[in-house]
Structures are given as C-alpha cells and as structure tokens.
C-alpha cells in the first residue's frame, strides 16, 4: 500500500473513532438520540426556540451543514451531530420523542 492511501486510510478512521473540531466550536460524541434530547432540554434557551407537539423547533442561527453532517450549536462551545432533523412551516425541529 503506497503512503497516500495509508494516509488516507488513517484518516478515514480518525474520522469515526473521535469528535470532530471546528474553528466555531467542539462536537461531542452521543450514544444515542435520547442523549441529544436531553443536552437540547438543558440548553434550551440558547438552542432552541419552541417546544411543542413533541418537536422541538431549533434555532436557524445555530445550525450547521458540514460535510460531516448538520450539527446543532448547544452552547457557546458544544456542537452536537444531528442524525435526522425535520422541517415544517415552523421551521427546522427534531422529534422530542424517539420510539
């Protein structure tokens, strides 16, 4: 195997094993979607801007398209990776309930 595909290779893993940084903020890993739900909960007044009808609307100045996927700023500093995230007439929210 010749060094740029090593290399291309190792950061491929990279990738999966650890968070990814931005010049904007540190993602932090979540087991599951429930996890989200809570961080979103606790961080509500920054990140999110209505609950209701089991979806919780996010805040548009606080969502990030990357190449590595959408990510929601929960602080000044956490970005937490969205797996699915929906939108209405409202606009952008993810299920309060994941089942």
Do not use: W
């Not at 290399?7 to 650890?18: E, P, Y």
């Not at 590595?68 to 602080?75: A, I, M, Q, T």
Request: charged residues 25%; hydrophobic residues 35%.
């Amino acid at each position: 195997m010749n060094s740029n595909k090593l290399l291309a290779t190792l950061l491929l893993i990279g990738t999966q094993a650890f968070s990814t940084s931005f010049t904007f903020g540190e993602s932090i890993e979540l087991d599951n979607e429930k996890e989200l739900i809570i961080l979103v909960h606790k961080n509500q007044e920054y990140c999110a801007e209505e609950i209701s009808d089991g979806k919780i609307y996010l805040k548009p100045e606080h969502i990030y398209p990357t190449k590595e996927g959408v990510f929601l700023r929960l602080d000044q500093f956490s970005l937490a990776k969205l797996l699915c995230i929906c939108s209405d007439e409202k606009g952008c929210y993810i299920k309060e309930n994941f089942e």
